[in-house]
């Protein structure tokens, strides 16, 4: 246990040490803090530009909390929990690998660093999409896990900072259903694939925002927003009482997988899920929510 304990410190040290560069621009092109500033202002400016929905206000119903939510779950949560629920569940992995006489790098199918850059970053990308994309269809069809999403439902006007609304669970269950498939796939170096999170980013509010694009052809490869706006609607036909459009970054899976739905131009439909007028308004209560309604 005190192995573990060391771990959990060293891994808030490290991350705040780490966040503490970001801050001071001590970490340069993969800084991740005015990264995600950058991309959201661009996207906010595009809004400005091109409103799909022109009598929606630039700062929208829950503009401030969704904003807040951006942080704290991108930056606050990862130094409260997942940073070290990463690095635990790593040394936890290679212990119980190790009693049966196996380590982790021989069961990985081959090193990132063997394969040109691009192609392990496409690996990556594709694998975490993928799964990403399976753990979003289990928080629609699992009960408990369908109340902590609600969280990212309850968005009743879509924006691009709705993207980082959702439960702080939510990001333990998607990373804990991830990290042996990318642990199995390769060993990637952070700095590495700082130029994915930044694309997923991007897309992630793309989807969000308030624009009526879909890309033309390329709209059966990514998600985007007049796709993802159908993944929001309240109201879904009996064939999908689970949800639809379940991409994040990627829309391949949905046209494969034939979860796909867009009827028609979705720029109106009411937003949310069946009596969403109950559900908490703020940040608190909407945390807490899930534990309540589970008792």
Known sequence: ???YWDILLNAYSGYWNYLK???LFQNQWDNYFYGL???SLI???LEAAFPWRKNQALFRKDFWLDTFYMFFNFFLLNLIILIALSNTAEAALNDVLNLIGLNLA???LFNADDLPKWLGLLIFFLVSDFVQWNTHRLLHRVPWLWNFHKVHHSVKEMGFAAHLRYHWMEPVVYKSLLYIPLALVANYHAQDVAIVYFFTIA???LNHANLGWDYGILKYIFNNPKMHIWHHAKELPNHARYGVNYGL???IWDYIFRTDFVPHDGR???LGFANDETFPKDFMHQELYPLKKKQ
């Open 1 to 3: 246990m005190e192995k």
């Open 21 to 23: 560069k970001e801050f």
């Open 37 to 39: 500033i950058l991309i």
């Open 43 to 45: 996207v906010w400016l």
């Open 106 to 108: 021989e069961l990985r």
């Open 203 to 205: 897309i992630g509010h």
């Open 249 to 251: 970054t990627l829309s």
């Open 268 to 270: 109106d439909i009411e």
